[in-house]
C-alpha cells in the first residue's frame, strides 16, 4: 500500500517516500484490522516527508519502526456483577505507547466501539499532544468496552474496583497516570482512586488525575480540555485579524469538552448555535442557552433532546450527523473519532465555515481533511487544540508532587500560556519545513521532533 498518489521526484523524496511506505506496510501486518490506529498512523506519516527529507538521521536512527510500537500493551479480563446479580465481564486494556520524555500519560475510555485500534489510535496521537504541551509527560491511553450508559451508580462502581484491581499492577505516580476520557468523569475517576489505594495501602495522590478537588484535583481540569480549544482558535483568529466576537460556532457533543468549548466561546462574545449527542442535535438560533445543557448533561445525564421542552422554538433533528450541514464560522467537533465525513466536509466549506478547530480526538475522517486543506480553511488537529486537557493534568500532578493546590486563575493562566505556545509552535514549525500556515503539518512535526530527539539522545535499548 502507497501512502500518496503522485510520484515523488528529487532523490530525498523518493527515499523518504519509500522509507515511510516500508514502515506503513510493516504496521498494516502488525496489526491486521485496526483501522484507526492505521489511520492516525498515515495521517501522521504524511506530515513527516519534509522533515525525514532535511533531516535523514531520524530514518538512519530507526525512529519510526519504533515510534509505531507501542513499549507495552496489556489487555485484561474485567468481571463485575451487575445490579440483578448476573455476571458481566468487559475487556479492559491499557497502552503504554511511548515513554521518552516522561511517565506514561492519557486518559481512560469506557465506551461500546473501545477495542485494541481505538486505544492504540488514541495512545499514538497522545505521545505527539503530549509532546506538544511542553511538559514531561509521555503518552498511554486505556479503556474498556463497557457502556456506563443506563448502568447504576453501583454498578459503575464495581466495574471501576474491578477495571482497577488489574490496572494498579501497572500504573503508579511516576510509572503510568491515568485520567478521564469519554464515559470517565470525576465520578469514575473517584471509585478507581479509591480501589487503587485500598490496594495500594498508600495515598500515591498522583496515580491519577482528573481527581475531585477534596483529595488532589486540581481547579480547572474540568475546563480545561474545552476552554483550552477556543484558546486555540482565539489565536487562530487572531493570526488572521480577526476575533471570535460576534462569530457563529457550532460544537459537536454535549460531553465535558463540548460543554466547557461553548462556556468558553460564549464568554468571548461568540454565539453557539448547535450541539448534539450521540442521538442527534439541537439547533438554537438564537443561540444555545448552555445552562440549560448542563442541567440535561451533567445533572440529570439525559438526553439533549430534552432541551426543546423547554425551548420549544430551537430545532431537534433525530440524526447527529445533521449538525454539520449549519451554516457557522467556526466548527468544534468536540463528540467523538470520524464524525466528520468527506460529504459533511465539503458541506461545512461550501457554507463558507472559516475554521475547523478539533476538540474530540480524530474526529476527520482522513477524507475530511483533505477537503480543508485544499480549500485552504484554516483547520487544526486535535493533538494540538485539545491539548488543554492533558496539559492541566501535568499541573494537577505538579501540584500533587508539592502537596499544594493552585487557585483557579493560576491554573488557567498556565493554561492560556500553553495554548498559545503550542500555537505558535505549529506555525513556526510548519513554516520552517515549506507548509506555511499548515497546521496539520506543523502540529506533526513539532509534537514529533522532541520525542524524536529524545529517543536518539536516550538510545536504543
Ligand atoms: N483524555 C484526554 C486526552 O485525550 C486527557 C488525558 C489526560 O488528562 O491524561 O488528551
Known sequence: MKLTKEQPKQKETTVVHEYLDEVFNTVLQRNPGEEEFHQAVASFFKSLVPILEKHPIYMEKGILEQLVEPERVISFRVPWVDDSGKINVNRGFRVQFNSAIGPYKGGLRFHPTVNLSVVKFLGFNQVFKNSLTGLPIGGGKGGADFDPKGKSDNEIMRFCQSFMTELAKHIGPDIDIPAGDIGVGAKEIGYMFGQYKRMAGASHTGVLTGKGINYGGSLGRKEATGYGAVYFVREMLKHKGATINN???????????????????????????????????????????????????????????????????????????????????????????????????????????????????????????????????????????????????????????????????????????????????????????????????????????????????????
Request: hydrophobic share 40%; net charge negative.
Open 247 to 461: 462569530s457563529t460556532f457550532v460544537v459537536s457533543g454535549s460531553g465535558n469538552v463540548s460543554i466547557y468549548a461553548m462556556e468558553k466561546a460564549i464568554e468571548l462574545g461568540a454565539k453557539v448555535v448547535a450541539c448534539s449527542d450521540s442521538n442527534g442535535y439541537i439547533y438554537d438560533e438564537n443561540g444555545i442557552d448552555l445552562y440549560l445543557v448542563k442541567q440535561i448533561k451533567e445533572v440529570h445525564s439525559d438526553r439533549i433532546s430534552e432541551y426543546v421542552k423547554y425551548h420549544p422554538e430551537a430545532k431537534y433533528v433525530d440524526d447527529s450527523t445533521g449538525i454539520w450541514s449549519i451554516p457557522c464560522d467556526v466548527v468544534l467537533p468536540c463528540a467523538t473519532q470520524n464524525e466528520i465525513s468527506e460529504e459533511a466536509a465539503k458541506q461545512l466549506v461550501a457554507n463558507g465555515v472559516k475554521v475547523i478547530a478539533e476538540g474530540a480526538n480524530m474526529p476527520s475522517t482522513a477524507e475530511a481533511v483533505n477537503v480543508f486543506v485544499n480549500n485552504e480553511i484554516m483547520y487544526a488537529p486535535a493533538k494540538a487544540v485539545n491539548a488543554g486537557g492533558v496539559a492541566v493534568s501535568s499541573l494537577e500532578m505538579a501540584q500533587n508532587s508539592m502537596r499544594l493546590s493552585w487557585n483557579f486563575g493560576a491554573v488557567d493562566e498556565q493554561l492560556q500560556e500553553i495554548m498559545t505556545k503550542i500555537y505558535h509552535n505549529c506555525v513556526t514549525s510548519a513554516k520552517e519545513y515549506g507548509h506555511k500556515d499548515n497546521l496539520l503539518i506543523g502540529a506533526n512535526i513539532a509534537g514529533f521532533i522532541k520525542v524524536a530527539d529524545t529517543m536518539i539522545e536516550q538510545g536504543v535499548i
